[in-house]
């Protein structure tokens, strides 16, 4: 295999999950925090999304206070609590097989740990996943900050290039670019064109769906 570290995203990398979880857990937000105001749209929620980041976004555009932005991520805890994302259709069977092959997989996603856990698990493949990094750790080391991959290298005892991100979405470019991992953009997800641009221009690859995934793990 060319690559022997998968560090994989998990919001419409692996699961299909923002359309069905994390866009309507919002706007139950916004219900509560600002009643009247227009909503965002789901293609505007991707595009903050991707740029300029989740957290920016409250502070600078919704101007959110950090109390705020602690009750957001409360409503988020509790709409997602006993909802489940369905993974991609070929994915888990992929990972499967590139983990039986001798490679190394870890985790790098904007969803808290245990619920990446859990939806792994509720798929019988709680084994697959060897390092999980989350939202639960410090700021300043989630995506787009190299820290996750340095500590991923380092636990797994390989060199940069023997491992690859995939991703759907800007901070993972910024992640690979800063730390010398390729990026292969998971373009399954989702299709928006100011997205799709930028990943197909940024990346090493940019993939339609799963088994172009495989073909270039195989």
Known sequence: MKYKCLILDHDDTAVHSTATLH?????????????????????????????????????????????????EYQIWQDYVEGKFPEFYPGFLDTVREFKENGGRVAIVSHSNKDIILRDYTRAGAEDIPEIIFGWDIDESKRKPSVYPVEEILKEFNMDRSEAIIIDDLKPAVIMGKNSGVDVAAAGWGHQIAEITDYMKKNCRYYLTDIKELRNILF
Do not use: V
Not at 25 to 45: C, N, V, Y
């Open 23 to 71: 866009y309507p857990a919002h706007l139950e937000t916004l219900d509560k925090l600002r009643p009247g105001q227009k909503k965002i749209s789901l293609e505007g929620w991707f595009l903050k999304n991707f740029h300029p980041g989740i957290m920016e976004y409250m502070k600078d555009e919704l101007c959110f206070t950090e109390e705020e932005i602690l009750i």
